[in-house]
Each structure stands twice: as C-alpha cells, then as structure tokens.
C-alpha cells in the first residue's frame, strides 16, 4: 500500500443512513433502544464530541494516516475540533477543511502553527473555495466563483509568505498585509500540506499554482485521467492527486449490493432527494457521467464495475463511490493508484463500524501501483 488513506469523520454527529432509516448518534438525536449509539455510561452522555474521538482512535488503530474534517452549515467547527481531538491520537494527522474567504490569511497562519506546534506538525489543508448557492450565503460570502479561486490564491499567498518571512508585505486585490510574520517561537513549524479541492478551469489553475494534492470526488476513471492531465498542465510543481471516495463493502457483492437495494427502497424518505449544489462544477461534472439519473433500478447507476453513481440518493455529499465485495473494492482502489492517485479520503456510514471494517478488510488487501 502506498497511498496515504484517510478516513472522513462525523463533523455533524451521525446522519440516518437510509438503510437503516433510524437515527444514529451524535448531534442529530438522543440515544435511544434500537439506534446505532452505544450505550453511555451511567449518568453521563455520549454526544458528539466523544463520538468523533471515537472515531480517531478506530481508524488510527485501523491504518489510516488521518482524518478529513469537514466544515459545513451543519457541522462542528474543524479547527477547535482538531484541537480538542488531538490528545485521543499519536501520529493522526487532521485535514482541516476550510474555506479562506472566512479566515484572514495572518489569522489562519498563527493558528494553523500553533496547532502544528501542539501536535507535532500534524495538520492537513483541506482548500475548499465554496459550491455558491443558498449554502455559500449561509457564510455571508457573495464573492462570484472565478473570484473565490482568485482569493483563495492570494490567502495562499499571503499565509505562506506570513510563514516562511520574518516581515511579509503584501498588496493585493483581496489582501493587503504589511509586516506579516509568525510569533518567533512559531516559526519553523512545518507548513501544512494542502489539499486543493475544485473541478472549474479557475480551481485547476489555482491548485497548479498551490497545491500539494489535487483533491477530486470519485469519477468514472477515464474522465478522472483526463482532469488529472489538465491538473498537471497548469501545474507550477509537480502535483499529486487524491480522491475522495465512499466505499460500501461486505464479505460478498450480493451483500454489498443488498446493502444499496435497502436504501434505494427508502430514498423517498431522504430530505431534498434531489440535491442542489449550487455552482459546484464537481456535482454538476457527476450528472455527465450517469449519476443520480432518472430511475427505478439503482444498478442503472453502475457506471464501471463496482464504481456507483447513486451514493447522493442515500445521504449528502458525492454522487460516485464503490460498491462491491472486500478484493473487488481493493482492486478498484488499486486501479486508481494505477491512474495516479497517491491518496484518497475514504467514508462509509456509520463512519464508526465501516472504518472498522475497511481499515480490517479493504485495507490490508491494497497492493499498491504494480508499475
């Protein structure tokens, strides 16, 4: 194995999975006989603070490098979350997901280096620039798309420049900083790596320009080469690619799949079925590839063996993931790591049990890239 595998945590407690069409625990509802909360401790509550813990301990003792903090209307805030959570791991690395037009550069330096300081140089980037839409109002930002990536090119400069001089100045269009630098004891901490997250011509220019990993949901593989290509033509270094993915694997394909066939049952019951994502280029690219089209059949949305394009039909977030038994999904990752993939952020729900069981059973089959 030899990508870096991260695992997705709960930031917004335990949404209901279709298939079991119950709420779970966390922030979402109270524990209850027959959900999937475990039991608390008498006279104590498990909320979801102790669950997202929960979660990092499973998935370091699992085999994954880290996790991916998301950061929505919904959700804990990642920064204070990454701080709280570091002392129930060792090496755990978290990607914190952000989006710069909500942070001031030099604010977002001091506190990503003094989490880095906290934690022994274990914090991750997650640059998001924002979908638009209702959800990007939510945060007050009316900046236009092209000019959230244009911003987010100059938070990155900026961030880095406070960082690596003792005295920073800068003049920009969103920015303007004069004397920048880190507090002397901070300095010298290593700077994050960064995950660059975006589908729009303006979003792959900027990750050429930034970013370390160029961070894409799950596509059909070829479409998928094809916008690492273009990743690499506008890039200023040479960049790698990760991908995110869920994953739904049990010991058969038949299970697996029975697993889809009970959600799929449900989905009447999901909360905005169909589910706008604003400007997202990402979401609106999966509608190209076959993705939560018009039907009754869910196998209609099995784009490439194992490879599914009905996940939003059974929770939020991308439309793609894989589907299918313990080797079948350890070989389609592998194929990927093929394609140029150095590392994915992986999630299933409930995020507890199924890190469990692809840290125990996917995982340990991975090979790695054969050439």
Known sequence: MSADIYWRIAMEGESSALRYR??????????????????????????????MAEVVRATEASGFVGGLMPSFPQTDDPWAAASMLAPASQGYRFMIAFQPGFLHPVQAARMSATLQAATGGRVVYNIISGGGGPQQLWWGDKVAHDDRYARTSEFLDVLRGVWTTPSFDYHGRFYQVEGGHLPER????????????????????????HADYYLSWLEPFGPLAEKFAAVRAHATRAPKFAVRVDV???????????????????????????????????????????????????RDLEVAPNVWGGFDQLRPGPAFGLVGDYHQVAERLDELMNLGVDSFILAGVPHLEEARRVGSRVLPLLKGRTS
């Open 22 to 51: 119950t709420a779970t625990r966390g922030g979402f509802a109270p524990h209850k006989a027959g959900n999937l909360a475990p039991s608390p401790r008498a006279g104590e509550e498990f909320g979801s603070a102790d669950y």
């Open 248 to 298: 739904l694997a049990r010991e058969t394909e038949e299970e697996a799949w029975d697993e889809v066939r009970r959600g799929w049952s449900y989905r009447a019951y999901a909360n905005g079925e169909a589910r706008a994502a604003g400007e997202s280029v990402g979401w609106q690219r999966s509608r190209q590839f076959g993705a939560g089209g018009p039907t009754d059949d869910y």
């Open 186 to 209: 901070l300095r010298g901490q290593p700077f994050p790596e960064i995950f660059f997250s975006g589908s729009s011509p303006a979003a792959i220019d900027a990750a050429g320009r």
